[in-house]
Structure formats: structure tokens, C-alpha cells
């Protein structure tokens, strides 16, 4: 008997651990994990190398119409592709972080991308994370789920990552760069940071990954009737 055929949304606000569960998810069920965040992070990368504001919303849908990006995995390390070019060293900056918030914002850029998602899901089954998967980009997924965590939390967590890739952010630097992103996020008018009414709420705070990990390979055994 065929397998019922999976598609799971995780939302969530920045470093709720989105991506950390994603990537573990699909490695598990070995699975398609489309990194939705590094598609946004690509466009914006051309916008500031172009010269182009990422919140200047006609130079930036104008920009996007002939914008080819790929996601690609090698030796099961992820590379994204922008016009052909590996650039996943160039999109983890912070300038580039909130520039992908600011372009995401902008229509055009919005339904390039989701096109592009929603095909690949089509075919094979997938975990994307994001901020609008569930409600949004894979509004018939199969496990919706919406990461949280408290802004004191998420603050740290991306101020021990920096730290160990050799950044020298401050945590207070940090924390603000996370309010300010949940706010622009969760306030704009296309396509906010929602939770979906059908997505299951898991507040990571006081959870390890693998106490997270454990929830949600629970949830998707139960969607594939394992």
C-alpha cells in the first residue's frame, strides 16, 4: 500500500528553530527540505549588489522577473544558486537577513517565489519553514507546525551561533535585530507571519532539539498512518 504522500509547513519567528528542525526532519524521513528563507536571502543579495534598496517595492519587482535561484544539495550540504552562482556564503550576513524581510514584503518577489515552492512540492514530498508556509505558500499541507520561543531565548540562540561561526554581535544587538524583524514580519500587509488555525503551536523555550525533533517526527508518523 502506497504511503500517504507528506508535505510539512513549519512556521515560525526568527530563531525559533526552524530551519534546525527542518533540515533534521527531512534527514530522518529523507525528504526534500526547500530552504524557502535562502530564496529571499538570494534576492535581496542581487538587490544590494545591483544598488537597488530592498524596500524601494518597483525596483525590486522589476528586478525579480528574470531572477533565477536554485537550491542545490551536495554531499548533503545545501548551495544556493543565484543566475547560475553559488552564493550561499554571501546570504548569512545581517544586512542581507533583513534585506530578505524587506524584499519578501513586496508582491511580486512573493509570488515568483511561492511558484517556484509550490511546483517543486508537487512532485515530491517536502518540509519548508518559513513565516507564511502553512497559511500561505502550502496552505494544504499535511502537518502544519508553528515554532515559538521567548524573544530572551531566540536572542541567545543566534548569539551562541554567531559566536561560533566567529561573529561578534552583542546579544542586546541581537535581541533588537529579532524584535525588529517580528514586527516587520508579523505587520506586513502581504502575506504576514501567521499562525495557520490548523497548525500545531510547539513553544521550544525550555526544549532540547532532540525534545522537538521527538514531537514532530511523532506528529508526522501519525499523518502518514506509520
Known amino acids: 500500500m502506497d504511503r500517504k504522500r507528506i508535505k510539512i509547513a513549519i512556521d515560525g519567528p526568527a530563531g525559533a528553530g526552524k530551519s534546525t528542525i527542518a533540515k533534521a526532519v527531512s534527514k ?18 542581487k538587490a544590494v549588489n545591483q544598488g537597488i534598496d530592498p524596500l524601494d517595492i518597483e525596483k525590486v519587482a522589476q528586478m525579480v522577473r528574470d531572477i533565477e535561484i536554485d537550491i ?15 552564493v550561499e556564503g554571501l546570504i548569512r550576513t545581517a544586512e542581507i537577513s533583513k534585506g530578505a524581510s524587506d524584499v519578501s514584503a513586496v508582491p511580486d518577489v512573493r509570488i515568483k517565489m511561492v511558484e517556484l515552492q509550490r511546483e517543486i512540492a508537487k512532485k515530491q514530498d517536502v518540509v519548508m519553514d518559513g513565516r507564511d508556509i502553512g497559511t500561505f505558500v502550502l496552505p494544504d499541507a499535511n502537518l502544519k507546525i508553528f515554532l515559538t520561543a521567548s524573544l530572551e531565548e531566540r536572542a541567545k540562540r543566534r548569539f551562541i551561533e554567531g559566536k ?34 490548523d497548525a500545531i503551536e510547539i513553544d521550544t523555550t525550555n526544549m532540547s532539539i532532540d525534545e522537538v525533533m521527538d514531537v514532530v517526527l511523532k506528529l508526522s508518523k501519525e499523518i502518514r498512518g506509520e
Open 28 to 45: 530522518v524521513l529523507n525528504i526534500v527540505y526547500l530552504d524557502t528563507g535562502a530564496m529571499y536571502r538570494a534576492v535581496a543579495l
Open 164 to 197: 561560533q561561526k566567529g561573529k561578534h554581535e552583542s546579544l542586546e544587538d541581537i535581541k533588537c535585530a529579532i524584535e525588529k524583524r517580528d514586527k516587520n514580519d508579523s505587520t506586513r500587509s502581504f502575506a504576514p507571519l501567521l499562525k495557520a488555525d
Open 72 to 86: 542545490e544539495y551536495h554531499n548533503g550540504l545545501q548551495h544556493t544558486l543565484l543566475n547560475g552562482k553559488d
